[in-house]
């Protein structure tokens, strides 16, 4: 690449290398504890919409479950398909797997408590800020 350097009274042409093309860089930046929060919460409500949008029919039951999450009663279990989810009162804990043991589990449509959907919310928001970490560690 050629450049021209002009000055009040000389003109000079100099070489401009170009940087070699890269392998790959990976560098990577951890976010703040604030930063990550914020990542999670903006991740969950992306999951709250898809939910309501794909089932519509069960908002009442989504939004509790998303209140849920935020208030940190959905633990999952690691290396088992399982998560305790406590009521919204703390109160009471139920084990969720495909059932549950609340009173909802009985009457709700294919059996969608707010538990069994707090349940789901949250394994979708951890895959979608897994998703989001290893997006950014590959583009940074």
Known sequence: MQATVSGPATSTSAQIQ?????TSISTRVEPSAEDATAY?????ADTVQLALQRYPH????????????????VRLIP??????VKSSTGRFSYLVSGQCQCKDFQRAPGGKCK???????????LKML????????HVA
């Open 18 to 22: 170009a940087p070699a093309p890269s």
């Open 130 to 137: 897994a998703k989001m970490a290893v997006y950014t560690h």
């Open 79 to 84: 290396d088992e398909k399982l998560a305790e």
């Open 115 to 125: 538990h069994r959907y707090g349940v789901s919310l949250l394994r979708r928001t």
């Open 40 to 44: 999670f919460y903006l991740c969950l």
């Open 58 to 73: 069960d908002t009442g039951r989504i939004q509790r479950a998303a209140e849920l999450v935020r208030q940190g009663h």
